[in-house]
């Protein structure tokens, strides 16, 4: 079964900066898109960045500039790099993994527990 653990989240002034990371166990398919939702509180989830196997990029527009979506596909890991943290950026961090058979048919659609990001000062 597919495990995702994070790690990252915690406590940054406004301005500052933050490295999430995500590490996937127990992949089967070689073939999957990783990303970063995150959800503010009362709000719904929202997608951040994804990442293909291939390197192709989507970010949200309100982190355009920002962040950085980046993985090593021998490591199974995927990470984000958010830079210039503002208050809006508050919110649990969530990895996700939908991975994809040969076929290009979709098999999976897996989540990491969650990180809390807090900016405040």
């Known amino acids: 079964q597919v495990q995702l653990v994070e790690s990252g989240g915690g406590l940054v002034q406004p301005g500052g900066s933050l490295r999430l990371s995500c590490a996937a166990s127990?992949?089967?398919?070689?073939?999957?898109?990783m990303g970063w939702y995150r959800q503010a509180p009362g709000k719904q989830r929202e997608l951040v960045a994804t990442i293909t196997s291939r390197g192709s990029f989507y970010y949200q527009d309100s982190v355009l500039g920002r962040f950085t979506i980046s993985r090593d596909n021998a490591k199974n890991t995927v990470a984000l790099q958010m830079n210039r943290l503002n208050p809006e950026d508050t919110a649990v961090y969530y990895c996700?993994?939908?991975?994809?058979?040969?076929?290009?048919?979709?098999?999976?659609?897996?989540w990491g527990q969650g990180t809390q990001v807090t900016v405040s000062s």
């Open positions: 996700n993994v939908v991975q994809y058979n040969q076929y290009m048919e979709r098999q999976g659609d897996y």
């Open positions: 127990g992949m089967f398919f070689r073939i999957y898109t």
